[in-house]
């Protein structure tokens, strides 16, 4: 799938939830592999903060990031809207250390971005495929987020509170285009009881009733109830039993965990990829969702390329006889089994090594070892069946190397390894040059990379 931005640029203002400062923010396109970006246009020099895990500073109510001294707050609602509208690079301009709190929600950011448009762009989008379950807890509050495989993205969220008003609650998002209208309008929350030691911690200072569900569940006098309202300089209101302080009623029964999923899903955009798979989130909060956004962040520098999905059980795209028609190559010389999947701008292959290999007789006898080379020669007709799909008649044309740069051998192959090659366009092809970025995989891991020259010749 191909990376998207908006196609226009739009502006929202509002107050800053814990600043009180009335705040505009503009959200603009930005190129291809940008990603989401803030940009304090309020300072000297107009600092950008990338939205990366690896930058949160601060989670008090909350997500905050930050570069150096400079810092901005409260980018969860706008992330998951954008996340959630399938846009993948976005500058958010903003002139202040936060962003505005709108209606507590992120419904009308969400309908800003309907409003101005999606534009494709000419760049594949990275995806990050969960293989394996991951698991982050907070065993102080029997907090714990786990992310498991599946076919596609989805959040699951359980909440409780010792609360008689909300206990326990469940919110669910088994697809990410039901995210406006299930999602989107859900407010934050707080307790009636925990907004003095907030106000006393400098903070909500813009929160009002229009921008949060305030629930009432721990007995307090009149008196109290009153100092509260003149902290928050807000109107006295008489409360008479526990529930919601709120004149406008509920968007959903289950607000609060709906809320709880838009942060789970706004701090996961700090990935800095689209995920797939699913999230099971109970009790969740910013401090353990972006735990997790930075434990996947550590692994995706580790290695920069996943490993491809290999099912033996699916029908290939290209067999043998089908590589055989369309490369010169043969026995002992053929390093292709099989091709499953094929994209515009990339191929991957599979080579299953075996013992009856003719170079493992001298290499070595004793310590059978592919040869690196023969890897790199691997990866090289893999991409040129990537080269030849271009061309119409492709049993007509060769293609031969070039350059080799940049090449790196990090483990061994062996008889019984199955190698999974990606290979992919690094530029547009050029009067017949291509070139690519090659990488082999056994399992998860990459045994060789390297990047190649090769140009694409018509037979005599």
Request: charged share 25%; glycine share 6%.
């Amino acid at each position: 799938m191909k990376q998207q931005t908006l196609k226009e640029s739009f502006k929202l203002n509002g107050a800053g939830l814990h600043t009180g400062l009335q705040i505009e923010a503009e959200f603009t396109p930005a190129p291809a592999n940008h990603g989401y970006k803030f940009q304090r246009i309020d300072l000297e020099g107009q600092p950008i903060i990338d939205a990366l895990a690896e930058n949160v500073k601060a989670t008090t109510r909350g997500t905050v990031i930050g570069k150096g001294d400079v810092t901005v707050s409260t980018i969860e609602h706008a992330l998951a809207a954008l996340y959630a509208a399938g846009i993948d690079n976005c500058l958010i301009k903003v002139n202040a250390p936060e962003m505005p709190i709108l209606d507590g929600s992120a419904i009308k950011i969400a309908e800003a971005i309907v409003a101005a448009g999606l534009e494709e762009q000419n760049a594949e989008r990275e995806i990050y495929v969960v293989k394996q379950k991951i698991e982050v807890r907070d065993d102080t509050t029997g907090a714990s987020i786990v992310v498991m495989p599946d076919d596609d993205f989805a959040i699951d969220v359980m909440i409780a509170f010792d609360s008689p008003v909300i206990p326990n609650q469940f919110a669910s998002l088994d697809h990410l285009e039901d995210f406006n209208k299930e999602i989107a309008a859900s407010r934050t929350f707080v307790f009636v009881r925990e907004i003095e030691p907030l106000v006393n911690a400098n903070l909500i200072k813009g929160g009002d009733l229009d921008n949060a569900i305030v629930i009432y569940d721990s007995p307090m006098n009149q008196e109290t109830l009153d100092h509260i309202a003149d902290l928050m300089g807000a109107p006295h209101v008489s409360v008479s039993e526990f529930g919601f302080v709120n004149t406008t009623p509920l968007v959903h029964d289950n607000e609060p965990a709906r809320h709880k999923l838009l942060d789970v899903l706004g701090d996961l955009a700090l990935i800095g990829r689209r995920i797939k798979g699913r999230v099971i989130a109970t009790r969740p909060g910013h401090s353990l969702n972006t735990t997790l956004s930075k434990k996947i962040r550590k692994e995706l520098k580790r290695q920069e390329i996943q490993a491809p999905i290999y099912n033996p059980n699916v029908e290939p795209l290209m067999d043998v006889n089908a590589i055989r028609s369309k490369l010169p190559h043969r026995y002992p010389f053929l390093l292709v089994d099989k091709i499953i999947e094929k994209g515009p701008n990339y191929i991957v292959g599979v080579k299953n090594v075996t013992g009856n290999e003719p170079f493992f007789q001298g290499h070595f006898p004793q310590e059978p070892v592919m040869p690196g080379v023969l890897l790199v020669e691997a990866m090289a007709q893999t991409g040129g069946l990537l080269v030849l799909s271009t061309v119409e008649e492709p049993e007509r044309y060769s293609t031969y190397f070039m350059k080799i740069d940049n090449v790196k051998f990090r483990n061994k192959v062996v008889p019984g390894d199955t190698l999974i090659f990606h290979v992919s366009f690094m530029s547009e092809l050029r009067r017949g040059c291509a070139v690519m970025k090659g990488y082999a995989f056994v399992g998860e891991k990459i045994v060789t990379e390297c990047e190649f020259m090769a140009q694409i010749i018509k037979n005599k």
